[in-house]
């Protein structure tokens, strides 16, 4: 049988881009109505049996979801990363995608950690429920929106330890060279809106440093 | 009807009384079974710990295997909300007198894992803890050092009141339970009657009893024994 060229197959797909990023690894951009075509075509015509991960990026600024579907050929040593990004959605309305269960049977455990994670419904997924956050009752908790460090703080006590040989250095301001705060806002710089908040933070950034090497010195 | 079980606690009027007590946890002291709950990376400290380099059983420390036998649980790193549960069932099922170590840093204060929500922060928090040992993770040394404060804990026992932490879950147990049920829900209920046991060892104090308790009476499904039958 002769051997079509995989790229053949992909552009059979509508509004497909494709990226060779090495020997044995594809980026291929698609639309979220044509991800479960290309996936039938790979799985199909190619060699690309195994479904080894779904993965799930929460791009708040732009409201959408990304889902990575990484697929491997065992014959060709290949694996296909399908990125394709669906709406957010909101509390009220929640994100939905279609299931590839039919096509691939470990997406199961995908679907449904994604689920557990992200609040993405897919549809026709058989097990949508809790997978293994079975304690957990809030909103999902790799929502860049959820604050974590705002739950803990208001959830849990903390033990105190305050012996004397510590008592120097929380006089001189602490111990920690940088706060949390500063580094967490000098790298979210790009999902600052104003001008005004960026240079603040970069203002922050740079004080910092600053900071650091004199705490180093 | 329910058929009260009690231990009468009888005056002590033996003037050798204080000897026998001191040899008592003299003995308990060098004979200590150890079930290791290990949870997280600090688990990798102990296996020198146990084996010919620094070798536990020097201190008569030995590993055990179920938790019905044992007198240590040491809990070796973060302790996730959802394993919290499986620790408590673990250490509700330990004969008393038991203790519990705690080890690295994730048990005293979350350590490394303090920003995340899965995680629960102060292990004495759920239960009473006899010793931590602070590291990320500590070396067998430490883990030795330890130990050997746990032995002189329960060696000292009678006379400064140290080595009985176990005591404290039946004293306070409202308190625990309190703490229990924030976490996992109203209807948290665990498989051994602690209450009972505070009234079978002549512990109850005003503090086993509260809201927390009067919560889990109302959700508390009896514990019967389970039918022995072959489908």
């Not at chain 1, 791009?59 to 889902?67: K, R």
């Not at chain 2, 703490?179 to 009234?199: H, M, R, S, V, Y």
Request: aromatic residues 10%; hydrophobic residues 35%.
């Amino acid at each position: 049988m002769n051997k079509v060229p995989i790229d053949e197959i992909l552009n059979k797909v509508n509004g497909i881009k494709i990226t060779h990023k090495r020997k044995t690894r594809i980026r291929v951009d698609v639309d979220a109505d044509s991800l479960p075509t290309l996936l039938e075509l790979i799985k199909g015509r190619a060699s690309y049996i195994h479904l080894s991960a779904i993965t799930c990026v929460d791009w708040i600024a732009d409201n959408q979801f990304e889902l990575v579907y990484h697929v491997w050929s065992y014959e060709e040593k290949c694996l296909i990363s399908a990125h394709t990004r669906i709406d957010r959605g909101s509390e009220s309305n929640p994100a939905k995608y279609v299931s590839v269960y039919d096509l691939f049977k470990p997406a199961d455990f995908f679907e449904r950690d994604i689920f557990e994670m992200y609040g993405v419904t897919f549809i026709g997924s058989p097990r949508m429920e809790k997978f293994i956050l079975t304690e957990w009752n809030g909103v999902p908790p790799m929502l860049k929106d959820f604050d974590a460090e705002a739950y803990v703080q208001e959830t849990f006590k903390w033990t105190d330890y305050n012996p004397d040989w510590l008592q120097e250095l929380t006089d001189q301001g602490g111990g920690i060279a940088v706060k949390p705060e500063d580094i967490r806002t000098a790298g979210n710089t790009h999902n600052m809106s104003t001008h005004r908040e960026r240079d603040k933070a970069k203002a922050a950034a740079v004080k910092a440093n600053e900071k650091m090497q004199g705490w180093k010195q | 009807m329910k058929k009260e079980l009690k231990i009468i606690q009888k005056e002590r009027t033996n003037p050798l009384a204080h000897v026998f007590d001191d040899f008592i946890s003299f003995c308990q002291s060098k004979s200590l079974f150890m079930l290791h709950y290990c949870t997280g990376c600090g688990a990798i400290e102990l296996p020198p710990a146990m084996t010919s380099r620094f070798d536990m059983e020097r201190l008569g420390i030995q590993p055990m295997v179920t938790p019905r036998q044992a007198d240590i649980l040491l809990i070796t790193g973060y302790v996730s909300i959802k394993t919290l549960k499986r620790v408590i069932l673990t250490y509700e099922q330990m004969q008393s007198p038991k203790y519990v170590i705690g080890i690295c840093s994730c048990t005293v204060n979350g350590g490394m894992y303090w920003q995340s929500y899965a995680t629960a922060k102060k292990l004495n928090e759920y239960m009473p803890v006899d010793v931590y040992i602070a590291g990320c993770m500590p070396r067998p040394e430490a883990v030795m050092e330890g130990l050997q404060r746990l032995k002189d804990n329960i060696r000292n026992d009678k006379k400064e009141h140290k080595g009985s932490a176990w005591k404290d879950y039946f004293n306070r147990y409202d308190y625990y339970l309190g703490n229990q049920q924030a976490l996992f829900g109203d209807d948290w209920q665990t498989p051994t009657d602690i209450i009972a046991e505070a009234k079978l060892y002549d512990l109850e104090t005003e503090e086993t009893y509260g809201k927390h308790t009067k919560l889990l009476e109302k959700h508390q499904t009896p514990l019967l024994p389970q039918e022995m039958r072959i489908k």
